[in-house]
């Protein structure tokens, strides 16, 4: 069974940081989707008091899973009272525009409102 939620242990998400090149800090946090205990992707971010900022988001090459995987990571922030996010040097630009989450490029920032719609955009990408 597909699961998507928050991971908890630290070490493994210092692990996905070190990894994928990013730097973590306090606020570093993961989402992460697993089959059976077999890891299909992740987001890694950071959740402060002001906003979410998007690091990585795996994988690449299969929207539907990625685009449930990005939502799960903005409903984190949602749950946390944060209703603003943006997406840092390192995250997946193309990834995030083909699947229609930015709102500024020029800001950098991410639709937090799209995680209340469906995935209907993606699906002629």
Known sequence: MIEIHPLRDKQKIAELYIENNVIMN???MAVICTDCGDCLGFCLFDLDSEALTLHTLKPE???FLVDGILR????VGVENG???AFYSETAPFELLKKLKFIKDIEKRELMVDK???SCKN???T
């Open 26 to 28: 306090k606020n570093s």
């Open 122 to 124: 993606c699906e002629n």
């Open 61 to 63: 090459n299969d929207l």
């Open 115 to 117: 995680l209340f719609a």
């Open 82 to 84: 944060i209703m603003s």
């Open 72 to 75: 799960s990571a903005l409903h």
